[in-house]
Structures are given as C-alpha cells and as structure tokens.
C-alpha cells in the first residue's frame, strides 16, 4: 500500500524556522512529482507548493514565495519543506501528496492527487 508520512511539525516562534519531511512507505516518489498543502483552522485546503519528479521544476503560492523551499532527495525516498521567517498565519497541518497523474506546471495544481499523509501540525506563536 503506498503511504506518505509527513514530519518535522512543531511549535515555533514568529520568525522561527521548521523543516517538514514527507517519506514515502511501499513505493519510490522518484517517478512522482510532489505537493505540499495546508489547511488552517475554518479554511479550506490550499497548495503551497509542487516540485517535479526530477526536481527541476518547483512552484510556489504567493503566501509562501521567498521564505519556504521544497526539495528531494530521491535516493532517500524523501521530500522536504524547508519553511523560514515563519508568521503565526502559517498555522495549519500540513500535508504531502502524490498522484498518478500529477504534474507540478505552472502554479500549484490540487487535481490528480492519489496519496495523502495524515498530515503534521504546524502552529507558529509566541
């Protein structure tokens, strides 16, 4: 069964900094290009980042553009989130997602997405 893990939530200071991980269990990500998104509380979903299978292409939204960084590393089956001079509107769970068909163009696309983690806490306060 494929299953994506995410890591690295915590409790951090305005300012502060966090690296999430999303590790994949029963499969290789390296054919997958990957997303991260987030839901804060009352709030829908949102895509915050996508990179692509080879790590060549990587996409942003706005609200994140300059302070988070998305990378892999395939020979560790992993995918991170690199976040930085974090705000307390950054709260949220954040999770990873792979698709079959997903395909990381232009923005940060939240179709075609087949696998899910269970998701990691993130809360950014003082």
């Known amino acids: 069964q494929l299953q994506l893990v995410e890591s690295g939530g915590g409790l951090v200071q305005p300012g502060g900094s966090l690296r999430l991980s999303c590790a994949a269990s029963?499969?290789?990500?390296?054919?997958?290009?990957i997303g991260w998104f987030r839901q804060a509380p009352g709030k829908e979903r949102a895509g915050i980042s996508c990179?692509?299978?080879?790590?060549?292409?990587?996409n942003y939204a706005d609200s994140v553009k300059g302070r988070f960084t998305i990378s892999r590393d395939n020979a560790k089956n992993t995918v991170y989130l690199q976040m930085s001079s974090l705000k307390p509107e950054d709260t949220a769970v954040y999770y990873c997602?792979?698709?079959?068909?997903?395909?990381?163009?232009?923005?940060?696309?939240?179709?075609?997405?087949?696998?899910w983690g269970q998701g990691t806490q993130v809360t950014v306060s003082s």
């Open positions: 990179i692509s299978s080879r790590g060549r292409t990587t």
């Open positions: 997602a792979a698709g079959d068909n997903y395909v990381c163009s232009g923005y940060v696309p939240s179709g075609n997405l087949d696998y």
């Open positions: 029963g499969f290789t990500l390296e054919p997958y290009a």
